[in-house]
């Protein structure tokens, strides 16, 4: 462990110097704004990509000491990334640092929260010494048999569909509330979730139509093309997806990143129940902030991004 520790430091100490003389450089073309700019932008996304890529590897099929190494690794990257923010104010636009020192923000949530729940701190109590009977256990592996919708695969573990192509595919209320769910692998197909999920995971869908109730926390979605979606949630993480619709309702905002050409319009999706869907949640109805898009990849705050776009009332699709 502590040669791992050692690299670690080596390599933090390097990057450090490598930021440095960047520094110095683009100080020398302090002249030149937009160009300076056009640097920083470059050195910091690709850092930033790198904490994303340790990021969104580690999960909890990872062990423990893998977990705690990739979290270390992070923040010494976010230490790194941060000084590099520091030295840069010197010559670089008040909005584009504002920008950088928001995506950090976002960041170190992101990573409280997964570390939360990937190392949960231990809860002091006391070891029952009961042991559980054959009956008990015997009752719990009938309770544990895998139903239709059950989805086991290396990349996937949870409740939903995966691998399936051309079908049309539901969720009933009952199966789907308070459940995580799992959509990926999927090639021309619709998919109707009805009831209110705790959280949602999309990968790998491609030309398909996913509608879906009120998820009461976050949704995540990763590599999905010339889809639409229709999502309502708290939280709404777009990862390397193109030529996409999302119809949304989110009382956060929508974060995209390494995105492009996907467009956001308003939460359209009814059907019956709808509403008591919503209130199970905890989702407040009157608050809607689809037109509030965050790009990873975009740090000019007078400008809009061009990876994403609204989609006007005439294009809109309701169902």
């Known amino acids: 462990m502590s040669s791992i520790q050692e690299k670690l430091e080596q390599r933090h100490q390097e990057r450090l110097e490598k930021f440095e003389e960047r520094r110095k450089q683009l100080i020398k073309e302090k002249n030149d704004t937009s160009e300076t700019s056009d640097v920083f932008l470059l050195a910091f996304n690709k850092e930033k990509r ?7 590897n580690v999960n909890e099929k990872s062990t423990r000491d893998e977990i705690r190494i ?26 584009d640092i ?23 701190k231990k809860k002091f109590a006391f070891k029952s010494r009961q ?10 592996k009938i309770e544990s048999k895998d139903n239709s919708n059950l989805i086991n695969s290396n990349d ?21 509330n308070s459940k995580d769910i799992n959509l990926s692998n999927l090639e021309n197909c619709t998919i109707n979730i009805y009831g209110s999920p705790s959280a949602m995971r999309l990968k790998n869908v491609i030309n398909s139509r996913i509608n879906c109730g009120p998820v009461s926390r976050a949704i995540f979605i990763n590599d999905c093309f010339d889809s ?9 993480r777009i990862h390397s997806t193109s030529n996409t619709k999302f119809y949304i309702h989110v009382t956060s905002k929508a974060i995209i990143e390494d995105s492009n050409e996907v467009g956001f319009g ?24 689809w037109k509030d898009v965050d790009d990873f990849n975009w740090l000019k705050l007078d400008e809009q991004s061009p990876n994403w776009y609204l989609l006007t009332n005439e294009n809109e699709e309701k169902s």
């Open 50 to 56: 790198e904490i994303l890529n340790i990021f969104h």
């Open 156 to 176: 996937v573990i949870g409740f939903g569909f995966d691998n399936r192509t051309g079908e049309e595919l539901s969720l009933t209320r009952e199966e789907s």
């Open 98 to 120: 504002r920008r950088a020192q928001e995506i950090m923000t976002q960041l170190r949530e992101d990573l409280t929260n997964k570390r939360e729940v990937l190392l949960p």
């Open 228 to 236: 639409t979606f229709q999502l309502a949630c708290q939280q709404l």
């Open 266 to 289: 308003a939460y359209s999706w009814t059907y019956e129940g709808v509403k008591s869907d919503f209130e199970h949640s905890g989702l407040n109805q009157n608050t809607n902030n």
């Open 131 to 140: 042991k559980i009977s054959s009956k008990d256990t015997s009752a719990e």
């Open 70 to 95: 990739a979290f270390e690794k992070i923040s010494q990257k976010m230490l790194t990334l941060h000084k590099y923010i520091s030295d840069s104010a010197v010559f670089l636009p008040s909005y």
